[in-house]
């Protein structure tokens, strides 16, 4: 009797303590793949996500769409940017970086300020035009907790640098030696903006990453690729298509297929029962995810991170928000996150500063505290680009 009684009660206690510890849930799944299996734990996994969901529908239901930000009334006006060299000092200065508003996936389901973006000014330097916009959309009609949260990243002023976790993705070869400091370099924290999480554990479809010219996973052929040239240019898209010009990269990191490519949705999204994009969890299943996207001109780069949406959701508010080419990330409760660095108390150190209200996160995220999974930064470029 007691066992009926305390068993579902510490079960409760159990999944409270993974949505508010971060190291708990990966703590939790990693000791149970040990002990039951891999397949059994993504049963497990998909059991209880799709008890939450039924929970959220029996008791949100009625919920309306809810904001986490006050929007302004009116969108910034473009002016010339502060920040920028002069025409008498050398090239024209750069516009002030305005994405195209999107405005809200469902007009008659959204909160307010769906689909506008919001500038999030640098809390160091808050008088120079902001590099990036916030925009918070509801991309599913039927649920109206399911959140994503987008991230627009002016390209001509910003820079993307990824960074290998403490353990992941693991590196099967023992020929590969590399130092994984799995932290922002000390160098670039004068000119750090924002961090987000990287993509799958080893384990969950072994996709490759190669970063300082080394290769720390073989690429695989069926992947999306993310990629950062020589050049300095950027690309998201089927690795079949990069792996030519792979030698011209500065780093590159896969993921499972590219979830929209040149303005089209993969067709897998529209499969029932795809686990593509979970994992080995089914792509239907409502949980936290993440994504990448990049603008068809590929000046802008779009982080999503979501609450409650499932692959198809994710991907399509992308899309809506400007994504042409996107790529989904990391997945489930503890991983996903965004966040952006101010000084800390004193102003004599930086601290990580969470994106929206209920993300796990530490104040030395990505910065004192070593990443166990790879992860990106963004950096301001020094001088500001013309093009």
């Known amino acids: 009797m007691w066992l009926a009684i305390s068993l579902p009660v510490l079960v409760f206690l159990l999944w409270i303590g993974i949505h508010r510890i971060p190291w708990l849930g990966p703590l939790v799944a990693d000791t149970l793949r040990a002990v039951i299996g891999v397949d059994n734990v993504t049963k497990l996994e998909d059991f209880a996500y799709g008890i939450e969901?039924?929970?959220?529908?029996?008791?949100?239901?009625?919920?309306?769409?809810?904001?986490y930000w006050e929007v302004p009334e009116t969108p910034a006006v473009a002016v010339v940017d502060a920040g920028a060299s002069t025409a008498e000092a050398g090239p024209p200065p750069l516009p002030v970086f305005q994405p195209p508003e999107p405005g809200p996936v469902h007009e008659s389901w959204s909160a307010p300020g769906d689909g506008k973006w919001v500038p999030m000014p640098d809390f160091r330097d808050p008088d120079v035009d902001p590099r990036l916009h916030k925009t918070l959309l509801h991309p599913d009609r039927n649920r109206s907790w399911a959140e994503l949260f987008v991230v627009a990243v002016d390209l001509r002023r910003v820079d993307l640098q990824i960074v290998a976790g403490r353990y992941e993705p693991r590196n099967k070869s023992r020929k590969v030696e590399y130092e994984r400091h799995a932290v922002i370099p000390k160098k670039h924290y004068d000119v750090v903006l924002?961090?987000?999480?990287?993509?799958?554990?080893?384990?969950?479809?072994?996709?490759?990453?190669?970063?300082?010219?080394?290769?720390?996973?073989?690429?695989?052929?069926?992947?999306?690729?993310?990629?950062?040239?020589?050049?300095?240019k950027y690309r998201v898209e089927a690795w079949k298509i990069l792996e030519e010009g792979a030698d011209d990269m500065s780093w590159w990191r896969q993921t499972p297929g590219c979830m929209f490519e040149r303005g089209e949705m993969h067709v897998g999204l529209r499969a029932e029962n795809n686990t593509a994009w979970g994992a080995t969890l089914d792509g239907d299943t409502v949980i936290r995810r993440s994504a990448i996207g990049l603008s068809e001109d590929r000046k802008i780069l779009y982080v999503g991170i979501s609450n409650h949406t499932t692959a198809r959701a994710i991907a399509e508010g992308m899309h809506h928000a400007g994504a042409h080419d996107v790529a989904q990330l990391d997945v489930n409760w503890s991983y996903p996150k965004f966040v952006t660095f101010a000084p800390g108390e004193g102003g004599s150190d930086l601290v990580a500063v969470a994106l929206a209200e209920g993300f796990e996160f530490h104040e030395d995220e990505y910065l004192r505290r070593r990443s166990h999974r790879d992860f990106f930064y963004l950096a301001k470029k020094v001088p500001d680009p013309t093009d």
């Open 53 to 67: 969901d039924r929970v959220n529908r029996f008791t949100k239901g009625d919920d309306k769409p809810k904001a």
């Open 194 to 232: 924002g961090a987000f999480n990287g993509g799958f554990k080893y384990e969950h479809g072994r996709w490759g990453m190669m970063v300082d010219g080394h290769v720390l996973v073989k690429p695989r052929g069926l992947a999306c690729g993310i990629a950062k040239y020589k050049s300095g």
